[in-house]
């Protein structure tokens, strides 16, 4: 048994671009095929590039604001409420091109 305090963990950098904040709630290795579960603030003008995991379903679900999502040449605007899932070997992207921040809870699960 497990239990983390949302208010106690630290914010870190993302690998795509370190000025975007998260926070992890259970790490790699914590549970079997969970590459992580965590949040993050993606604030005004921040993007994410192009990319893809080849081994990985990736998922987020939209709790504030709203962000502009490429996911294989396709582009939708996902807001408060919406669950995105993005299977291993799609291409995509994500950016924030609005005036207030957008939070989401996100987590990837390994096919390896």
């Given amino acids: ?10 914010d870190l950098g ?11 709630l ?3 290795g914590e549970i079997p095929q969970l590459m992580m579960y965590g949040t993050a603030v993606f604030k005004p003008g921040q993007k994410v590039e ?7 379903y990736e998922v987020f ?7 502009i999502f490429t996911i294989s040449g396709e582009t939708y605007e996902v807001g408060p409420g919406k669950c995105i899932t993005i299977a291993p ?3 995509h992207g994500q950016s924030n091109p ?3 921040d957008v939070t989401w809870t996100y987590f990837g ?3 390896d």
């Fill in 50 to 56: 192009l990319h893809k995991h080849d081994s990985m």
């Fill in 26 to 28: 259970i790490d790699r």
């Fill in 98 to 100: 609005f005036d207030i």
């Fill in 1 to 10: 048994m497990k239990i983390v305090d949302w208010n106690k963990v630290p």
């Fill in 109 to 111: 699960i390994a096919t």
């Fill in 61 to 67: 679900h939209i709790q504030t604001g709203k962000a």
């Fill in 89 to 91: 070997g799609e291409i």
């Fill in 14 to 24: 993302v690998s795509h671009d370190p000025s975007i904040k998260k926070r992890t």
